[in-house]
């Protein structure tokens, strides 16, 4: 009965769709939906609303009104139009930024959603052509801006699409606007609300001049410039994916004054369908084959891939073996934030108001380095818009001087209020220059840190559960763990556990329960153990997934010779932890 009530309803829905509002192609796929007697495709498609999570709007692109296409990006833009006119109504004039990614459709949709701001007498800053989201996110700041579009779907697989809201800091949407602007979107009833002609007089193309700005920001950052300049040949091998990042990345390279830059032909084309990959996400080891293939060929001595909108940086180096590894996002973190406080330190720039930001998923070793330098560390939720919060928060107080996120993501300046590719390929490039001038090579210099300030390892595992279905049996899931929390992960007692949907920790040890000082709720679990296991779980904001995070502790070492020791043991806890979870 219960299914039967869904079908019904959602028929109800599709049939709205088949009127005169929406285009013939629009009208012919619902029509195959309806007429298919396997509902499943139907449901999906229209069970409910794409709605604002931790990356805006993102869903498989198709007809329905749980799909991204011209009438959902519609409603979204009329209804962001509607709010930022009620909450900007003393402004003269109230601006925005439009960008878009490489996939199918992004530049249609950007045009769509240029329209409709013009229509509603806002003034579009509309890129040319594809640029990084980092782009987007500066641009606003710099011409004053009260909001802004990027239509991407990030790291997705190639069927998805997105549109990610900005409010006037550069930063994406946070509660009230996110939950006032769907409010607003509930309130366009039809197509007929949503106002489709141009003012061609309200929309200004921008591009290279903002490039130009963007870059200058990113010189700003360098703080050894003598190491770059003695080792400006080394050779990087850098690959977009198809993307965005070809549009800039491989010049600011070149301005901060690297000369080798070597690209990977076949992935610098630009196309939405990732011909070269199974998933243009970095996270994935696949994605950067063709740039170590390439480096091999090269004798190059690093490798950096960036995702479609280039807010995701994935990097590959050469062990002391001279074969090249993956670094993970941990890792790329690591080395990042520590170099960023190491040399601070060296050239007496730490002012005691220095702070870093960390997502509560990212490990803890970075926090452990932060402590000892004196830097303040802050912990956010999984996303960049709460580091984003804290960097607002901040602001005129303390001194921010990096962050990021396990996912890939790493911010090095505070121009820009999302992750950052462009500026993070920069200063990866810098630290591989700047270790040299050490005598060590990137691999070493991560070898050092873990020597110095203990070994950890991390592991991400998604599982991945679809459509509606999925969703309950997610949320199923979640329902299980607080119900039945673990006692041990791999034989070490689980001491405090902390659930971000309650604001609720519980000490274990000595049986209370402590309140968790975070601004908002959010669906997280975490668990940490005797021996330093910390063990993260939440659904993904963005995609069909729940996520854990393991992180665990290694036996204290004295040399480098004995991180391979190190690593089997961490290893071996992780399995154990896995299995247990079943995993």
Same mark, same amino acid.
């Given at each position: ?14 049939? #709205? ?28 498609? $229209? ?6 999570? =931790? ?33 900007? =109504? ?36 509309? $890129? ?6 980092? *782009? ?18 990030? !790291? ?20 009230? !606007? ?40 990113? @010189?700003? *950052? ?6 770059? @300049?003695?080792?400006?040949? *080394? ?6 994916? !198809? ?30 369908? $990732?011909?070269?990959?199974? #998933? ?64 601070? @330190? ?81 200063? $990866? ?16 210099? *991560? ?137």
């Amino acid at each position: 009965m219960e299914e039967e009530t869904l079908i019904a309803r959602v028929t109800d829905k599709a049939l #709205s769709w088949l009127d005169d509002s929406y285009d013939v192609e629009t009208r012919a796929d619902v029509q195959r939906m309806l007429d298919n007697e396997d509902k499943r495709e139907l449901i999906d498609a $229209f069970y409910k609303d794409l709605e604002f999570g =931790t990356g805006g709007l993102r869903g498989i692109m198709g007809a329905g009104s749980n799909r991204m296409n011209r009438y959902t990006v519609g409603a979204a833009s009329q209804g962001l139009a509607n709010y930022l006119k009620t909450e900007f =109504t003393e402004l003269p004039e109230i601006k925005v930024v439009v960008g878009h990614d490489c996939r199918n459709n992004s530049r249609e949709f950007a045009e769509i959603t240029a329209d409709i701001f013009s229509a509603n007498g806002i003034k579009v800053y509309l $890129f040319e052509q594809l640029r990084p989201t980092p *782009l987007v996110s500066y641009a606003i700041r710099k011409l004053g801006c009260q909001g802004g579009i990027m239509i991407t779907a990030s !790291h997705n697989p190639k069927e998805y699409n997105g549109y990610k809201a900005y409010w006037n800091d550069g930063a994406q949407v946070l509660a009230p !606007h996110d939950r006032n602007i769907i409010a607003e979107v509930n309130r366009v009833k039809s197509n007929a609300d949503i106002r489709f002609e141009r003012n061609k007089k309200l929309v200004e193309i921008i591009g290279k001049d903002m490039d130009k700005a963007f870059i200058e920001e990113v @010189e700003k *950052l360098v703080l050894s410039p003598e190491s770059i @300049e003695r080792f400006k040949d *080394l050779k990087i091998v850098y690959t977009p994916i !198809h993307g965005t990042g070809i549009t800039i990345i491989p010049d600011a390279l070149r301005a901060i004054g690297f000369t080798n830059i070597i690209g990977v032909p076949e992935q610098d084309v630009i196309s939405g369908n $990732f011909p070269t990959v199974e #998933s243009p996400n970095p996270e994935e080891p696949a994605a950067l084959d063709l740039a170590i293939q390439k480096a091999i060929e090269t004798d190059a001595d690093l490798v950096m891939g960036t995702d479609p909108d280039s807010d995701r940086l994935g990097t590959a180096i050469r062990d002391n073996d001279g074969n090249f590894i993956l670094v993970n996002g941990n890792q790329t973190m690591l080395l990042c934030l520590y170099y960023l406080m190491t040399r601070r @330190e060296e050239l007496g720039l730490l002012t005691g108001q220095d702070y870093m930001v960390k997502t509560i998923v990212t490990t803890e070793l970075i926090k452990k380095i932060a402590d000892q330098k004196g830097v303040e560390m802050f912990d956010s939720y999984t996303g960049f818009k709460w580091i984003a919060e804290i960097i607002r928060k901040n602001e005129g107080v303390k001194r921010y001087i990096g962050g990021g996120e396990e996912s890939y993501g790493v911010l090095a300046g505070d121009f820009v209020r999302d992750k950052d590719a462009v500026s993070a390929c920069a200063l $990866f490039a810098e630290i591989a220059a700047w270790a040299r001038d050490n005598g060590k090579t990137l691999y070493q210099l *991560l070898e050092d840190i873990y020597v110095e300030y203990g070994y950890t390892k991390e592991e991400g595992i998604s599982l991945v559960r679809k459509g509606k279905e999925g969703a309950e049996e997610i949320e199923a899931m979640m329902k299980n763990y607080r119900a039945n929390p673990p006692l041990s992960l791999a034989g070490s007692p689980v001491t405090f556990i902390k659930d971000f949907a309650k604001l609720e920790g519980m000490d274990r040890v000595r049986d209370e329960k402590v309140v968790l000082e975070m601004t908002t709720t959010s669906n997280v679990l975490q668990y940490f153990t005797e021996d330093g296991t910390k063990l993260s779980i939440r659904p993904s904001g963005t995609e069909p997934k729940i996520k854990f995070y393991i992180e665990v502790k290694g036996p204290a070492i004295k040399s480098r010779d004995e991180i391979e020791q190190a690593r089997a043991i961490t290893e071996e806890k992780i399995n154990a932890i896995r299995e247990e979870l079943e995993i």
